[in-house]
Every structure is written in C-alpha cells, then in structure tokens.
C-alpha cells in the first residue's frame, strides 16, 4: 500500500514567487492534515481537512496561503507571493479516523525562498 | 492553547543504556498523546500512543511511555538503546473533545545519537 506522498521533495523559489506543494493522502483517508517546520523550531499545525472540507485552518498562518483538496483526494497548498519567512519544511499527513488514531506522514516538502 | 515541552533537545548515549527522554504538556482538558519519531532520512511514523486506560504504553522497537496526569507528564523510555534508534523523537498532543480540533500539537523534538 502506498504511503502519503508529497510532491516536490525539495524546491528553491525567490521571494515574491509563488509555489503549490501537492499531497497525495493513503488511498481511503478522509482526513488529511498539513503540518511546517520551520528550522529550529516545533511542527506547526496548519489545516485539516475531512474529504472536501476545511474542518480547522486555525493554524493558516496568513492569506498567502491556500490549501485546497479538491474531490477529497489530492490536496494542495499554495503560497502567494512566497516571503523569506515561509521557508521550512511542509509536512502531509492522513488518518482514516480523526482524534486518537495514528496520523501517516509524508516525507515533507522543504521550501526555500531566497 | 495545548503546549508540549520536551525538556531535552539533544541526548548523547553508548549502546545499551537506558532512556527516559521527558515531555510534559499543557492542556485543561483531555488529551490523546503521541511519541513519533523520525529516523534519518525518513517520514515521521508513531511510536506509541496513549488516549485511555493503562497509564504505561508500549510501542514498536521495545519503547514505553507513561502517563502521569498529575504531572501532565507523559515520558519516552527503553531500557537499552541501539545504534539504530539515532533519530530524532517528538512527542505530541491532540485534544479529545469530540468535534474538536484534531490537529496535532508537536514539542521540538529530541535528537538523539546513540555512539557504538
């Protein structure tokens, strides 16, 4: 079974640019996650999705960013214009149920704006 | 606000010993929690968990955890490392209210190098 798969791995973009990083959740999973770290500090939670719908984007942390998930399968987030401060890595995750379940990860896309 | 605090950011060990890497939490209400660990190279994959019953936890790879609520306290042990267990370790909580926010709140992580 594959796993949750995020795409680019890595990706270099100046300042002002915009990139869309793609998630592709385990087939089944309703629940899809989007998490960043940003060196030297914790993972941050940024939205949750269930199928289609934004269920908590409290953790967006402007309106730079646009996460959508079309269908309730692949996800996407899009960073427009990308800043300095946007840099760090940006993790995917599923569940098939919500709360107390384990979360499956992607490898993580690491974004650099310079 | 949920909050996770790992009390060590760095953890240097010989194979063999013993590891207890701490994590407290703040939270005012219930809470599931989660030790994930990511290994060089790799996705973040869970360890253990903890959301009921048995305070003590055990997980893959021979670890454990406890649960102390007065302490709000849930800790990583194994009684004997291995070089394989270089990674580094995050220890996380959701909150279980029903309906809730089930995003996860991550401490900072634990690098631990385990020396042959």
């Known amino acids: 079974e594959a796993g949750v798969t995020q795409f680019p791995s890595h990706s270099v973009i100046e300042k002002g640019q915009t990139v869309t990083l793609r998630c592709d959740p385990i087939?089944?999973?309703?629940?899809l996650y989007w998490y960043r770290r940003v060196m030297g500090k914790e993972i941050k939670f940024l939205l949750h999705?269930?199928?289609?719908?934004?269920?908590?984007e409290s953790g967006m942390p402007n309106n730079r960013f646009l996460a959508e998930r079309t269908g309730g399968t692949y996800s996407t987030l899009k960073v427009q214009p990308a800043e300095l401060e946007d840099s760090g890595v940006y993790f995917c995750?599923?569940?098939?149920?919500?709360?107390?379940?384990?979360?499956?990860f992607g490898q993580g896309t690491r974004l650099t704006v310079v | 606000a949920q909050s996770v605090s790992q009390h060590n950011h760095h953890v240097i060990l010989s194979e063999a010993a013993s590891l207890e890497l701490g994590c407290n939490y703040s939270?005012?209400?219930?809470?599931?929690l989660f030790w994930y660990v990511q290994y060089p190279g790799q996705h973040l994959q869970l360890l253990l968990k903890?959301?009921?019953?048995?305070?003590l936890v055990k997980g893959i790879k021979g670890f454990e955890a406890e649960f102390i609520k007065s302490k709000f306290s849930f800790n990583l042990r194994k009684p004997s490392v291995q070089w394989s267990d270089t990674a580094e370790y995050f220890c996380?909580?959701?909150?279980?209210?029903?309906?809730?926010?089930?995003?996860?709140?991550f401490g900072k992580g634990t690098h631990l190098i385990i020396q042959p």
């Open positions: 087939s089944g999973h309703d629940n």
């Open positions: 939270y005012g209400g219930t809470v599931n």
């Open positions: 903890y959301f009921s019953g048995d305070p």
């Open positions: 996380a909580v959701n909150a279980r209210s029903g309906g809730g926010a089930d995003g996860l709140t």
């Open positions: 999705f269930v199928k289609e719908s934004k269920q908590d």
């Open positions: 995750a599923s569940s098939y149920y919500r709360g107390n379940t384990e979360a499956f």
